[in-house]
């Protein structure tokens, strides 16, 4: 089944800085690379996602690029601010309509 | 209340005992899941529910039971839990399975003694 690798699992940046966090899958066929943002003690909630059609998308400060050959995803974060203080998570789905599987997160942490 | 919610948010059993969480999404959605997060795997999926039938079944063990009466509604019985089952227990829904945004609940904190 399907595989999905994040890296990193934490990242500390200050303020006004950008963060990147890099996510890998398995299956050539996964079509759908949602990230969410979970605050602590708070529910996971989709922040961007892309579609294999799709090379690159971007929201604001927030931006994701696809890389179909290589079967990899970025999320990146520019102008960093404390309330993007979150575990961030990346995710994939397989062809044919499974649900879909997550990376193990990253921890991002934005100090002032 | 709006989107996904569960009952109960807390929940404290003893390994003997059988108890269930409730998962309730008001989006009119088509599927429905259940994950389990703890800190060792988080975000770990565990069944998938589309139009009331389970398509996947993430090598649960069979003390974890799910239900799913209707497409609104979603159930996981617990029986004879270990203390290792103790994480938060997300229920999620979506449109089509995978392919659109999926909308968590607030989850169930439990702790098996």
């Known amino acids: 089944g399907e595989n999905v690798e994040q890296h990193p699992s934490t990242l500390s940046v200050q303020e006004g800085d950008s963060a990147v966090i890099k996510c890998t899958y398995s299956d050539s066929a996964s079509n759908y690379f949602p990230w969410y943002k979970q605050e602590l003690g708070k529910r996971p909630q989709l922040i961007i996602d892309?579609?294999?059609?799709?090379g690159e998308k971007k929201d604001q400060r927030i931006a994701v690029t696809l890389n179909k050959t290589a079967k990899h995803f970025s999320l990146h974060i520019t102008e960093t601010q404390p309330e993007d203080s979150a575990v961030y998570f990346c995710a994939a789905s397989i062809q044919a309509g499974t649900a879909l599987i997550f990376g193990k997160g990253t921890t991002l942490s934005v100090s002032s | 209340e709006t989107g996904v919610t569960q009952t109960p948010r807390h929940l404290v059993m003893g390994m003997t005992n059988k108890k269930s969480l409730k998962c309730e999404q008001h989006l009119g959605h088509n599927a429905m899941y259940w994950y389990k997060q703890s800190a060792k795997k988080p975000l770990e999926l565990m069944f998938v529910?589309?139009?009331?039938?389970?398509?996947e079944n993430n090598s649960v063990p069979s003390r974890f039971s799910p239900e799913c009466p209707n497409s609104s509604h979603l159930f996981l019985h617990l029986h004879t839990l270990q203390p290792e089952d103790s994480a938060l227990y997300l229920c999620a829904s979506s449109g089509r399975t995978g392919r659109d945004e999926q909308f968590f609940g607030p989850g169930t904190r439990l702790t098996v003694l």
């Open positions: 892309i579609r294999s059609n799709v």
């Open positions: 529910y589309n139009f009331k039938e389970q398509t």
